[in-house]
Every structure is written in C-alpha cells, then in structure tokens.
C-alpha cells in the first residue's frame, strides 16, 4: 500500500513540473549613462535555462544551468565610425536535478529493550520493555557535479556612423551610443519589449 502513495506522489511531482524555459540576465543596468573605455564590454548578457530532472522537465525549485553569454565591446573609432565586437560563447551542459543535488544520509537509529524480572530468581516479577532513539547529524553527500563545455562561440564587428544611427540591438536589448571618441563610448541600456 505504501508503494502506491510513493506511486502518487512521483507522478504528482512529474506533472507538476513545467517546460524548460530560457532566460537572461544582464550585468550592466538600464537606463542609466554608462562609460567604457577602448576594449571594455559595453554589455554583458548571461544566458541561462531551467535545470532538467529526471523526465526532461524543469525544476521544481526554480535552479538554472548556464546556457552561454553574450559580449559586446568597444573598439574605439575606425575611420569615422564607431566599432564594436560581439563575441557570443554558447555552453552545453551537463547539469541535471540529480547531479546538482546532495544526498543527505539521516543518522537515527532505534533500540527497543524487552525483559522480564524474577524476585529471588524462583518468582516471576513481571516484564519490561522500552525503546530508545538515538538521532546524529545526518551525512551529507556533495553533489557529483557535471561538465559544462563550450560548443560554439563567434565574433561578429558592427561599425556604426553615429551621423546615421546611434543603437545597436543585442538579446532584446538596445543600446543607444551617445558619445564615441577615440578612447571611450558613452552609452544608455533600454530593455525592449
């Protein structure tokens, strides 16, 4: 009977869980005036999604596994114009619920004392019986981990004449180049919609 209640409470667990979905987090904040200096990221994106379990679903507790990141940066000023790179890394990893999780080992043990007493060892005195709990502090296994690797990772140059346009779009992001000398760019991050 217990095996069925085991039964429920996985399947319940399944399909309480929700797809894997992808996020982003940026390093740098929005809408403020930024200053980079020559070979400075202007932007910094971390890329992420939701740690898989056991039937390919996300996690229950919300963890995430890194996906890649996304750099842009600033190059200084090349014949006019304003250069920038973006060198996108794309990571595959390894990581599950089960390796990303310990395995905690409760310390509890129970001893029970059954006996039975005699008055001048010719006549029973009556019986006894007791039980004792010893609790420790559980072992807790780390988790095994997992192999994160790079899969792929390209640049790509955006040179902007900042007499025509003035943004770049990178990852639902734009960035709006206010001043570009030679030895610095001065800068707005919006999110878009």
């Known amino acids: 009977m217990k095996w069925q209640y085991l039964l429920f409470a996985v ?19 929005l ?52 250069a920038f790179e973006r060198y996108t890394i794309r990571l595959q990893s390894g990581a599950t619920t089960m390796n990303s999780s310990p395995i905690i080992i409760p310390q509890t043990s129970t001893t029970t004392y059954v006996g039975s007493t005699s008055v001048g060892g010719m006549m029973p005195g009556g019986t ?28 790509i140059r955006y040179y902007l004449d900042l007499t025509q346009n003035r943004k770049l779009i990178v990852k639902g992001h734009e960035i709006l180049i206010e001043e570009a000398i030679a030895s610095s760019v001065k800068y707005r991050i919006r999110k878009l919609n």
Do not use: M, W
């Open 11 to 29: 399947a319940l667990l399944v399909t309480g869980c929700g797809a894997i979905e992808n996020s982003s987090r940026l390093v740098q904040t």
């Open 31 to 82: 809408d403020k005036p930024l200053v980079a200096g020559v070979g400075d990221a202007i932007i910094e994106i971390d890329t992420r999604e939701s740690l898989p379990n056991i039937v390919g679903k996300a996690d229950i507790f919300g963890r995430t596994r890194p996906t890649g990141k996304i750099f842009v940066t600033y190059l200084g000023l090349e014949q006019g114009r304003a």
């Open 128 to 155: 006894f019986s007791g039980t004792a709990t010893t609790t420790a502090p559980p072992i807790v296994l780390p988790p095994s981990g997992s192999e994160t690797r790079v899969i792929s990772n390209n640049r």
